[in-house]
């Protein structure tokens, strides 16, 4: 019987970008969850598209932002994250089991957001002549979900509360990029994003500290030594300190960023 935690395989293994949005979008929160289940390891995770070309970070060159290029890249790579974004949520639904039922509930959903941030990016980059895959990207969002694969603990360590809680710094800037060159809808947009993002980062945060109160860690240790054996990449400023308390992010923290 098709569960929660199954219903996420297709549209983690869809190899077309849209066709991934629109399974992420169609999923149904209302199939049982379904906790307990280990489930095979399907071949062909995640599926990706033929474009764009991935490669090293240090490898993508993007033209002035007063170019048309220029702008349509920087709308590119936010859409390319968040299409790994969707990959990322679903593939934490499947791949853990044992966790409250509220947990799978919480990443299906935050995919479905994931899905429509993609979908709008996507239509709006199509606006300007462009499409998904005309840029190079990276992978480097999907390799941190690589080596998290064994220990959900460090999965949500690491990728919401780190990797995603970066975007939550970026934002600012990155809207005012755009707004700089006329674009009021790519600001719309990430205003969206980021009253998302928040959430998103903040279900980390929960259930972060909900995994370190059943083994008994302290979350900031535990956290230090995470980056410090997955080589999480460290976290440099600026710092968007308002978004991270509204995700959840404690005093302590912050103090540690140098709030």
């Given at each position: 019987?098709?569960?929660?935690?199954?219903?996420?395989?297709?549209?983690?293994?869809?190899?077309?970008?849209?066709?991934?949005?629109?399974?992420?979008?169609?999923?149904?929160?209302?199939?049982?969850?379904?906790?307990?289940?280990?489930?095979?390891?399907?071949?062909?995770?995640?599926?990706?598209?033929?474009?764009?070309?991935?490669?090293?970070?240090?490898?993508?060159?993007?033209?002035?932002l007063k170019?048309?290029?220029?702008?349509?890249?920087?709308?590119?790579?936010?859409?390319?994250?968040?299409?790994?974004?969707?990959?990322?949520?679903?593939?934490?639904?499947?791949?853990?089991?044992?966790?409250?039922?509220?947990?799978?509930?919480?990443?299906?959903?935050?995919?479905?957001?994931?899905?429509?941030?993609?979908?709008?990016?996507?239509?709006?980059?199509?606006?300007?002549?462009?499409?998904?895959?005309?840029?190079?990207?990276?992978?480097?969002?999907?390799?941190?979900?690589?080596?998290?694969?064994?220990?959900?603990?460090?999965?949500?360590?690491?990728?919401?509360?780190?990797?995603?809680a970066r975007?939550?710094?970026?934002?600012?800037?990155?809207?005012?990029?755009?707004?700089?060159?006329?674009?009021?809808?790519?600001?719309?947009?990430?205003?969206?994003?980021?009253?998302?993002?928040?959430?998103?980062?903040?279900?980390?945060?929960?259930?972060?500290?909900?995994?370190?109160?059943?083994?008994?860690?302290?979350?900031?240790?535990?956290?230090?030594d995470l980056?410090?054996?997955?080589?999480?990449?460290?976290?440099?400023?600026?710092?968007?300190?308002?978004?991270?308390?509204?995700?959840?992010?404690?005093?302590?923290?912050?103090?540690?960023?140098?709030?």
């Amino acid at each position: 019987m098709l569960s929660l935690r199954t219903s996420v395989i297709a549209p983690l293994l869809a190899q077309n970008a849209i066709e991934k949005a629109k399974g992420a979008l169609a999923l149904s929160l209302e199939l049982p969850v379904d906790t307990g289940s280990d489930i095979p390891s399907p071949p062909g995770i995640p599926g990706r598209p033929a474009r764009p070309r991935l490669v090293l970070p240090t490898a993508i060159k993007h033209a002035s932002l007063k170019t048309i290029e220029g702008h349509a890249a920087l709308l590119h790579s936010i859409a390319h994250i968040e299409l790994n974004a969707i990959d990322l949520a679903l593939d934490i639904v499947w791949r853990f089991s044992g966790m409250p039922a509220q947990f799978y509930r919480d990443w299906v959903l935050i995919a479905k957001e994931e899905a429509l941030h993609f979908t709008l990016l996507r239509d709006h980059l199509r606006s300007l002549g462009f499409d998904y895959g005309d840029f190079d990207a990276h992978n480097t969002l999907w390799e941190m979900a690589e080596k998290t694969k064994h220990d959900v603990l460090a999965r949500v360590a690491l990728v919401p509360r780190t990797l995603e809680a970066r975007g939550l710094d970026a934002s600012p800037a990155v809207k005012n990029k755009l707004v700089s060159v006329g674009d009021q809808k790519a600001g719309e947009i990430l205003d969206l994003i980021l009253k998302d993002e928040i959430g998103h980062v903040l279900a980390g945060n929960h259930w972060y500290r909900w995994l370190c109160r059943q083994r008994g860690l302290d979350p900031i240790s535990a956290y230090a030594d995470l980056t410090q054996k997955y080589d999480a990449p460290k976290l440099r400023p600026p710092f968007n300190f308002e978004a991270r308390r509204l995700a959840g992010f404690d005093e302590a923290e912050l103090l540690g960023l140098g709030a």
